[in-house]
């Protein structure tokens, strides 16, 4: 159970039984564990994790945040609108499979792996394609990778920009 004190400080309290040497119950320990700064903790990292939701969702270009193993961790609004598709056809999916393979280009492939290998960020990369439910379209493509966090690998930020879709 969490209380807060007179202060506002948070703290989690346990009772437990008190067992005598001959493992008879005669009584119960409680037990105050000051946890505020956790639970600061956990409000800012939550806070930073809908700022950036915020962001990718916002984004005014189609936006897919790529793991290490180059796949899907979150799209953007704008990217599941212009492409036609759902977070279940997206999110936890390698690249290379996503619509008709449209992503399964060995050039764009090269660039994702020198993203994550060696850091090298590139824009503007230029393809022309029939995309699954938009047709044929030209996209230019950038790539950035994050830092690592803590307990979180490198992440890819891919930027798409179409030409004429609606």
């Not at 506002?8 to 009772?15: A, C, E, K, L, P």
């Not at 939550?46 to 915020?54: L, N, R, S, V």
């Amino acid at each position: 159970m969490e209380i807060r004190d007179n202060t506002g400080r948070w703290y989690s309290m346990r009772v437990r039984p008190y067992l005598t040497p001959d493992n008879k119950i005669e009584g119960a320990v409680i037990a105050f564990i000051d946890v505020d700064d956790i639970k600061e903790a956990l409000d800012i990292a939550q806070d930073a994790q809908d700022y950036a939701e915020a962001i990718v969702a916002s984004a005014k270009y189609s936006l897919l945040i790529l793991d290490h193993e180059l796949r899907v961790v979150s799209a953007s609004g704008t990217y599941y609108a212009t492409f036609r598709v759902s977070p279940k056809e997206t999110v936890h999916n390698l690249i290379y499979r996503l619509g008709n393979g449209q992503w399964a280009i060995p050039q764009l492939r090269a660039l994702l792996e020198d993203v994550l290998t060696e850091g090298k960020d590139f824009d503007n990369f230029r393809i022309a394609h029939e995309f699954e439910h938009i047709g044929e379209t030209t996209v230019s493509i950038s790539g950035r990778r994050t830092p690592p966090g803590v307990k979180r690998p490198v992440l890819i930020l891919m930027q798409i920009e179409t030409a004429g879709v609606r």
